[in-house]
């Protein structure tokens, strides 16, 4: 166990919908990544909060959003879902911002289907 | 931008034996990291072990090695006394070394089976 959590682990939704998923970091870890697997992407970043505010973006769509709370947790909205959107949806957790090539510490995921 | 190159889809290795996973990148950087990551069937990511570009001395933990050649680029993961356990997908990933952002660049993934 990473000591990361992610809320649901399971989710299916419909085209067109919209879903939030929830990530809450390793205690004491002040940095928050996403990432999405899928079949033909493979492992791709997404995006990078450290403390509140936003670090680094990476392949993520404009349909897709994030925010890190003062608590720390962080959110992964995912809206005008599309078929290609099916994947697991990883957060990871690190102690600062990154720049000492911190280890990245990964949740179970979000598998996320879009029917 | 950087890029990671796992050669090798699949692989199998017979219980105790010793089994070498390749990976390649290519970057323009003098300082960075380098990761391999365990996905076992339950999805989960595992770090197995890092490696920083500027020691030239390969990483160990346990029965993991790494042979890290700067110039060629190449940064292998060597697994042995393989055990069932070990049944897994395993990636190796990249992470430059500054603060702009500390993402991980991921190779394809190599499938490691290990048989009794």
């Known amino acids: 166990d990473s000591g990361v959590t992610q809320t649901p682990k399971h989710l299916i939704t419909a085209t067109g919908q919209r879903v939030t998923l929830r990530c809450s970091p390793r205690?004491?870890?002040?940095?928050v990544y996403w990432y999405q697997q899928s079949l033909d992407q493979g492992l791709q970043f997404l995006i990078h909060y450290y403390n509140g505010e936003e670090r680094a973006k990476g392949n993520i769509l404009e349909r897709f959003s994030a925010q890190q709370f003062p608590d720390l947790h962080s959110e992964l909205n995912l809206s005008s879902l599309e078929l290609g959107d099916s994947a697991l949806y990883f957060c990871?957790?690190?102690?600062?911002?990154?720049?000492?090539?911190?280890?990245?510490?990964f949740g179970p995921g979000t598998r996320l289907l879009v029917l | 931008a950087q890029t990671v190159t796992q050669s090798q889809p699949e692989m199998s290795v017979q219980e105790a034996e010793t089994v070498t996973l390749s990976c390649t990148y290519d970057?323009?950087?003098?300082?960075?990291?380098l990761f391999w990551y365990k996905q076992p069937p339950s999805r989960q990511m595992i770090l197995v072990i890092r490696q920083e570009a500027y020691k030239q001395q390969n990483a160990t933990e346990n029965r993991f090695s790494v042979n890290f050649q700067k110039a060629a680029k190449s940064f292998s993961l060597k697994i042995s006394d393989s055990q069932l356990g070990d049944t897994a997908m395993y990636f190796c990933?990249?992470?430059?070394?500054?603060?702009?952002?500390?993402?991980?660049?991921f190779g394809g993934g190599t499938r490691l089976m290990v048989k009794p």
């Open positions: 205690s004491g870890d002040l940095s």
């Open positions: 990871a957790s690190s102690k600062r911002s990154g720049g000492a090539g911190e280890t990245q510490y």
């Open positions: 990933a990249f992470m430059r070394a500054n603060n702009a952002g500390n993402m991980l660049t």
């Open positions: 970057t323009s950087e003098n300082n960075y990291y």
